[in-house]
């Protein structure tokens, strides 16, 4: 089985203090051991720095230490990147869909997604998801409704 995990999964899996983290976690720790292939948007590994490094925490979460989550959580994974194509293609498909704002960003991960033949698209936020990915709306499940193979 061949699963991308979201953004929203890998970050509520990395900290234990997050209100998901207990439904994300199991996911990551069930890749990592081989239960399924872990996929990951390149745009993921990007935004998932982005939110560790500007979370509102005392202490904030430290560049050098967002890097270490994510080398130890996301680096053993299969990543995903679109080509330029795929962006072109990408956008010509939301204008169709009237997809606008931050929806663009999840569509980049979904299409990752599409590109890698996911059998399951892991998130928190399956209807943005589905929105999106039309297509691939059956495959968009949630960690809080399904627990890892």
Do not use: C
């Not at 089985?1 to 976690?25: E, F, Q």
């Not at 720790?29 to 925490?57: M, N, W």
Request: charged share 15%; proline share 7%; no cysteine.
């Amino acid at each position: 089985m061949k699963v991308l995990l979201d953004t929203s999964v890998l970050v509520s899996a990395m900290l234990p203090d997050h209100v998901h983290h207990a439904h994300s976690r199991p996911w990551l720790e069930q890749a990592k051991a081989g239960a399924f292939e872990a996929v990951v948007s390149g745009h993921s590994l990007a935004e998932v720095y982005a939110v560790l490094t500007r979370l509102p925490r005392t202490p904030r979460i430290t560049p050098a230490e967002a890097l270490q989550l994510i080398q130890e959580n996301i680096a053993p994974h299969t990543m995903v990147a679109l080509s330029a194509e795929d962006y072109v293609k990408l956008i010509e498909d939301l204008a169709h869909l009237d997809v606008v704002g931050g929806a663009v960003y999840d569509a980049v991960i979904a299409k990752a997604a599409e590109l890698a033949n996911v059998d399951s698209l892991l998130t928190l936020n399956v209807g943005h998801f589905q929105l999106v990915w039309p297509g691939g709306a059956s495959r968009v499940v949630s960690p809080l409704a399904l627990a890892p193979p």
